[in-house]
């Protein structure tokens, strides 16, 4: 594990971790830190031995959202920039090819919930809590509205939202806004079965279904459907979906050819 900037970077078994590493500030997103999480996104993308990846936050926190000091004492301009880079991390998160996954133990708020929302899945410990509480201090959380308008039904969103109230584990996983809830001394091991599951998957068939979904949920639903009928066709005739059905048919444990690529020894593919 090694350190850039503000995140810790690991990578275990086809299995990246990036860890938020601003333990004092309950792991706040400064603009250092947000720009390190970019680079490390960037680092996680191009690393072709990494299948999955997970956020986490170090300390008692996941994120509690903006340096609230830094945008304070900010200039406009910095504002913006602030801002701007966190809306292009957040998408980046939601873009990347390869899943995310959000790892949540302790308090997500504001733009930390942003965060959460903006992964692909979110497993939290039963002492995380969540909210967009930007109405208690006068300022609305229109950017954490954008994946959690996206994430959860309007009207659980609109509460969060209005209300600025936190939200338990338990009630953020009703609403969809995260996907399991364990003990905090589980949470280790359940994201890292999540993670190790779809790791084994084949990776070209990951990336092109993540596409795919990202690209038909906001057409309409002829469109939607032509997108999809489109990529399963690209899908059937790939080297994925050949060996797949071939490992089907033949009653065996598939080999995904992707997985020959960036496994040491090809015998544990």
């Avoid at 509205?145 to 209300?163: C, D, E, G, Q, S």
């Avoid at 600025?164 to 359940?190: K, T, W």
Wanted: hydrophobic share 45%; glycine share 6%; aromatic share 2%.
């Amino acid at each position: 594990m090694f350190q850039e900037d503000s995140v810790l970077i690991s990578v275990d078994d086809h299995i990246g971790t990036l860890t938020l590493n601003r333990p004092p500030s309950r792991n706040a997103l400064s603009l250092n830190l947000l720009e390190s999480l970019d680079h490390a996104l960037d680092a996680m993308e191009s690393d072709p031995t990494v299948r999955v990846v997970v956020i986490a936050g170090n300390g008692p926190a996941f994120s509690a959202g903006h340096d609230l000091a830094e945008l304070h004492s900010a200039t406009p301009e910095a504002a913006e920039q602030i801002f701007n880079t966190c809306s292009t991390v957040m998408m980046r998160v939601s873009m990347l090819t390869k899943p995310v996954i959000a790892k949540v133990a302790g308090v997500a708020t504001a733009a930390g919930c942003q965060l959460v929302a903006s992964c692909d899945l979110a497993i939290a410990s039963t002492s995380a809590r969540f909210a967009t509480p930007g109405v208690n201090i006068g300022l609305f959380c229109s950017t954490p509205a954008v994946p959690l308008a996206r994430t959860i039904a309007p009207k659980h969103a609109m509460r969060m939202l209005l209300t600025g109230e936190m939200v338990s584990a338990d009630e953020a996983h009703r609403i969809g806004l995260v996907n399991d809830v364990v003990q905090p001394e589980d949470l280790d091991s359940a994201v890292g079965e999540l993670a190790a599951t779809i790791a084994a998957k084949p990776s070209a068939v990951i990336r092109a279904g993540k596409s795919a979904l990202r690209h038909q949920m906001s057409r309409p639903l002829d469109d939607a459907y032509a997108i999809a009928s489109q990529a399963m066709c690209e899908g059937l005739n790939a080297p994925a979906a050949h060996e797949g059905i071939s490992a089907f048919l033949e009653k065996r444990e598939p080999r995904w050819p992707d997985h020959d690529l960036t496994d040491p020894d090809p015998d544990l593919g």
